[in-house]
């Protein structure tokens, strides 16, 4: 069974970078397709985007001049990083394994504080 | 980029049926996949595939997509199935995942 754990600091000063991890255990993230996900408090579901096992990635529009996403096959976990922040991106961010999602982690509240 | 349409909410009595509709242009051509979300919980997969259920969803849950919409179908509704559902489908033109603004399922 896929196990996914985030990590990272639950609250970040407007303007500096968000960076999470994602500890991946009973998968390898050598295949697959390994995705992050953000919720806003009270609000849907925003894709972020997604990193492949062979490094390549792909991130929302909205998103992309500020995310960056790598893999670290050593420690079997993946990473986020959100540069600029504002209070826009509080949430509650989730990283999950390939689409269709049927694995999630626990998800990480980041609060961006003024 | 391409836009997925829910009704914010859906509303059904105790043992009736819940149908929640997902709408997108050409949504024919994409395979749909729908979340059910609780409170303070991450989502879990109900439906993949438009119409497959994983191992542990039980047997009331279905879905089905005809002309431009996908549906999710909870028959015998039961309290426990108040939540949130959220449909999904992957944007092959910018290959990224694009999920639908979400109902809330609210069991009378």
């Known amino acids: 069974q896929v196990h996914l754990q985030e990590s990272g600091p639950g609250l970040v000063k407007a303007s500096e970078t968000l960076s999470l991890t994602c500890n991946v255990s009973?998968?390898?993230?050598?295949?697959?397709?390994w995705t992050w996900i953000r919720q806003p408090p009270g609000k849907g579901l925003e894709w972020i985007g997604y990193?492949?096992?062979?490094?390549?990635?792909n991130y929302n529009p909205s998103l992309r001049s500020r995310v960056t996403m790598s893999l670290d096959t050593s420690k079997n976990q993946f990473s986020l990083n959100v540069r600029s922040v504002t209070a826009a991106d509080t949430a509650v961010y989730y990283c999950?394994?390939?689409?269709?999602?049927?694995?999630w982690g626990q998800g990480t509240l980041v609060t961006v504080s003024s | 980029s391409y836009v997925l349409t829910q009704p914010p909410s859906v509303s059904v009595a105790p043992g009736k049926t819940a149908t929640i509709t997902c709408g997108g242009n050409?949504?024919?051509?994409?395979?749909v996949h729908w979340y059910q979300q609780k409170p303070g919980q991450a989502p879990v997969l109900v439906i993949y595939?438009?119409?497959d259920r994983p191992s542990g969803i039980p047997e009331r849950f279905s879905g089905s997509k005809a002309g431009n919409s996908a549906t999710l179908t909870i028959s015998r509704v039961e309290a426990g199935d108040e939540a949130d559902y959220y449909c999904?489908?992957?944007?092959?033109?910018?290959?990224?995942?694009?999920f639908g603004g979400g109902t809330k399922l609210t069991v009378l």
């Open positions: 999904q489908v992957w944007d092959t033109v910018n290959d990224q995942g694009v």
């Open positions: 050409n949504i024919g051509s994409k395979t």
């Open positions: 990193i492949y096992y062979t490094g390549t990635t």
């Open positions: 009973g998968a390898s993230i050598s295949s697959s397709y």
């Open positions: 595939y438009d119409k």
């Open positions: 999950a394994k390939s689409p269709p999602y049927a694995d």
